[in-house]
């Protein structure tokens, strides 16, 4: 048992309208069934006129740049610099939306092919139905990661295959169940073209020959199988972007109450959180024995049923600007038990006694 | 040219203490000079004795299995559930730090290897010391990744070979130097690796022949130069980290000026952006005529030369409470207001004016 991979030699340049069938059945008399073509999409983009004129320099430039971008970006991920990395209409997240301007004429930038799935399996269908060749095809990119160093080629579509291989429900000769099974062997196919694709100069096909004697024409969902629901992800913002979503959120934030009964351990470290940085005789009390909180509460009209209750006093004498900066203080204190996921609303304090605020948790 | 992936088979159980050198050079005496090996973490470790004795089921087993992540953890990056993505020791950010329950005795869990690149070295050097053999060493392991399903097999650890090509400075048949210049070619290798190693039953060992003809004996730092600095990468908190910490910014945020001169526009945005939440009657007013003013800050003592001024007014009629309000209404706009990258002071208003407070950004 073994693999090969191959170079396809001698493709020269692809040009719009181009039969990508044709040109690879050329290039490679040699390719048997079962064989994977990893065809970068760059040439699949020019085949199918994906390319857009831009000016070749100066600001005009970066501007045209700019809008292309935007029109190939659904949701901007997170952005430093110049850098964006964005989520396009595919579901990939990618610096620049997989734009290039590398390996096309200095006034165009190539986009990615609108369905790379769709793509691969028309190159797929036209190699069996013109060619008699049964053969998956990947259509492969160069993306980044996050907290690794350097740029690996994955897969933007494939046909012939599913993108995982899936060892669920294997044991393994210990009898334990296996806990990695999903494995993305498409990008991993892939990578292995980039491996001979890159000690070459242009050459935008690999051939991976005995990964199966057979293709499998169900393709489980494409190479869209690989993309990972946003709302999923624990990666779905870049950092600062979520951070800043984080500022945004206690600017905001809403009256009402989280999960209960309240963790009144969470409340203590929340008061703790915003010790430091309140104004001197600013204090907050948490009433934790039930039966003095259930006298405070009974005079306060709509009281919520069985909310916890925190008393806030401002620094006596009471000033005008001393419960400005008091009111402030309160928020940071909402915003504190936010981040602990206990929410708040704000009220008065309860009739006759001497704090300045309360809230309801 | 050509690449071949080879399995290397008949490697049995490995235990502590077991020659890995002599296990690899004995099952594939086939092994020639620039072969890349892409050997399995999971048998370094194992040779090594990074085993840890657990209970094998019940919750004595999740909490000697807490304890064992908590230290291999140097920071936790992202939890959901019972999931945990940290960063190990070497760099890494991975799942459970990398630790696995597979293939091995119910009663350990595996540990990555303390160094994969001295692993990679010491194998690398005894196969050529003592079997003269000049190969390169890739200690592999399983990895998820953002964004995508499915996992793929990259590199802990090499020697032999740098970790990353370097294109740089190369151009295109078009005249455009090259966009994405530093290949992980080791994240490939490993990859490549386990197409092979995934087909097979309990083969750790791959070899991948024909990428070079020669090793290098300068790895550039190993596998360690893939791991980018958490300073560096846009992703180095979870989604939800990140905006429960911008929530905690929100909470504890300080008096100061961000970058001057300030973005008026960004100021207004601000102040719509809480204009939905603030008590109704609250009035943020940015006094953005210079002698307005200067007429306004000439009266406040300290005020920062130079300064932005927005006052604020609470609802009349004012009361305690609805000073209190105010304050808090305040503080939602100051971290709208950070949220924007602009920083603010909160101080008492002009004397003489009907505002409630200022604002000095």
Known sequence: MRLEILPVLGIGHVTEGDDLAAVIATAAPWLRDGDVLVVTS????KAEGRLVDVPADGPERLAARDEVLAGETVRVVASRGPTRIVQTQHGFVMAS???DASNVDKTQLVL??????ASARALRDALRERYDLDVAVI????MGRPWRNGLTDVALGVAGMPAIRDHRGEVDPYGNELQLTQMAVVDELA????LIKGKCDQ???????GYFSA?????????RALVRDAAQDLF????????????????????????TPVDLTAVRRAIDAVAGVVTPGTVFTLVDEAEVRAGLVAEMPGWPDGAALVLGSAPTPVEPIGLVRFGADLHRLRVALAAEGVGSTLLPPPPGSPASAALAL
Chains 1, 2 share one sequence.
């Not at 259509?139 to 160069?142: E, H, L, P, R, V």
Request: glycine residues 14%; negative net charge; without cysteine.
């Open 42 to 45: 760059k040439i699949v983009s």
């Open 97 to 99: 939306a997989g734009i």
């Open 203 to 209: 050459v935008p096909v690999a051939v991976v020959r």
């Open 215 to 223: 293709t499998n024409p169900d393709d489980a969902g494409g190479a």
């Open 139 to 142: 259509i492969s990119d160069t």
């Open 112 to 117: 990615l092919p609108v369905d790379p799935d």
């Open 236 to 259: 779905s913002l870049g950092t600062a972007e979520a951070r800043a979503a984080g500022l945004a959120d206690a600017a905001t934030l809403a009256d009402g109450r989280g999960p």
């Open 191 to 194: 990578g292995a073209g980039e």
